[in-house]
């Protein structure tokens, strides 16, 4: 893998890891699609840390203040350190599902890497869901925010997020289509679902990161470049998604997903 190969690699996890995309799905087709070398394991982890690294740093402010609710709350104020150690809990109780998944269900999902087919329907799977969400949002009569969500609600979305362990399932897609179907606001949703995104992303790249010291083959200079590529990516469709729901829907993402869906799989059957 070249210095060239590694940067697109590191771009598209970056940019598909956030936006409603799947990155999963993207990062099987691209060295099928593009002919790019596939990456080796120590790479796949470098670039999950960089990603989370990216979402890290973009809500630093909230990561701190969560922190701050449990260590020092008298600096937020009783009522708004309630809010953050709520929001704290949230995101702990909503990975649960995604870490079960992860460590009884990888394994049997490990062979859909290798099948375009069952990424292609994964694909079509989120877009659909995507349009599930706008269609349910654009009839919603009153819109809900982060602090109104209930045990019931956040499981419910953990459990969306656990999907993307299937290749094609877009892990952000799912978890926003998830809080927009529950009455949140598109805008509220999708923080949450990058805040939901934290220890998931970060926790894959650590549970893995004693193979870092294989596969470096390629040279430092290939993965650094990768590597970087990945997080600042990952911070710019992290701004991007956040600035976009704002004032348009989701639904020309589900478009692409739907369409790229389908055209994989008719080409894995032709």
Same mark, same amino acid.
């Given at each position: 893998?070249?210095?060239?190969?590694?940067?697109?690699?590191?771009?598209?996890?970056?940019?598909?890891?956030? $936006?409603? +995309?799947?990155?999963? !799905?993207? *990062?099987?087709?691209?060295?099928?699609?593009? &002919? =790019?070398?596939?990456?080796?394991?120590?790479?796949?982890?470098?670039?999950?840390?960089?990603?989370?690294?990216?979402?890290?740093?973009?809500?630093?402010?909230?990561?701190?203040?969560?922190?701050?609710?449990?260590?020092?709350?008298?600096?937020?104020?009783?009522?708004?350190?309630?809010?953050?150690?709520?929001?704290?809990?949230?995101?702990?109780?909503?990975?649960?599902?995604?870490?079960?998944?992860?460590?009884?269900?990888?394994?049997?999902?490990?062979?859909?890497?290798?099948?375009?087919?069952?990424?292609?329907?994964?694909?079509?799977?989120?877009?659909?869901?995507?349009?599930?969400?706008?269609?349910?949002?654009?009839?919603?009569?009153?819109?809900?925010?982060?602090?109104?969500?209930?045990? $019931?609600? +956040?499981?419910?979305? !953990?459990? *969306?997020?656990?999907?993307?362990?299937?290749? &094609? =399932?877009?892990?952000?897609?799912?978890?926003?289509?998830?809080?927009?179907?529950?009455?949140?606001?598109?805008?509220?949703?999708?923080?949450?679902?990058?805040?939901?995104?934290?220890?998931?992303?970060?926790?894959?790249?650590?549970?893995?990161?004693?193979?870092?010291?294989?596969?470096?083959?390629?040279?430092?200079?290939?993965?650094?470049?990768?590597?970087?590529?990945?997080?600042?990516?990952?911070?710019?469709?992290?701004?991007?998604?956040?600035?976009?729901?704002?004032?348009?829907?989701?639904?020309?993402?589900?478009?692409?997903?739907?369409?790229?869906?389908?055209?994989?799989?008719?080409?894995?059957?032709?």
């Amino acid at each position: 893998m070249g210095v060239l190969e590694a940067i697109v690699l590191g771009i598209i996890q970056g940019a598909t890891e956030f $936006l409603p +995309v799947s990155s999963s !799905g993207h *990062l099987v087709l691209a060295p099928q699609l593009l &002919g =790019i070398t596939e990456p080796s394991l120590s790479y796949d982890v470098l670039l999950h840390l960089a990603t989370s690294l990216a979402v890290m740093g973009y809500f630093f402010r909230e990561i701190r203040n969560m922190v701050q609710a449990f260590v020092s709350p008298g600096r937020l104020g009783e009522g708004e350190a309630k809010l953050w150690r709520q929001l704290a809990l949230w995101i702990i109780l909503g990975t649960i599902p995604a870490g079960f998944a992860g460590v009884l269900l990888e394994d049997k999902f490990a062979s859909l890497f290798h099948s375009t087919f069952a990424v292609g329907l994964a694909l079509m799977i989120t877009g659909l869901l995507l349009l599930c969400a706008e269609w349910v949002a654009d009839r919603a009569r009153q819109v809900r925010q982060m602090a109104d969500l209930g045990v $019931l609600d +956040v499981l419910l979305i !953990g459990m *969306l997020q656990a999907l993307a362990i299937i290749p &094609g =399932i877009s892990r952000s897609g799912a978890t926003i289509s998830g809080g927009m179907l529950l009455g949140l606001e598109r805008g509220q949703a999708a923080r949450f679902s990058f805040l939901l995104s934290i220890p998931v992303i970060l926790g894959a790249g650590l549970v893995k990161v004693g193979d870092l010291a294989e596969g470096f083959s390629a040279g430092m200079g290939v993965y650094v470049a990768g590597t970087l590529a990945a997080f600042l990516s990952g911070l710019l469709a992290v701004h991007f998604l956040l600035r976009l729901v704002r004032t348009r829907s989701l639904r020309p993402f589900s478009f692409y997903v739907l369409v790229l869906g389908f055209f994989v799989v008719v080409l894995s059957v032709l």
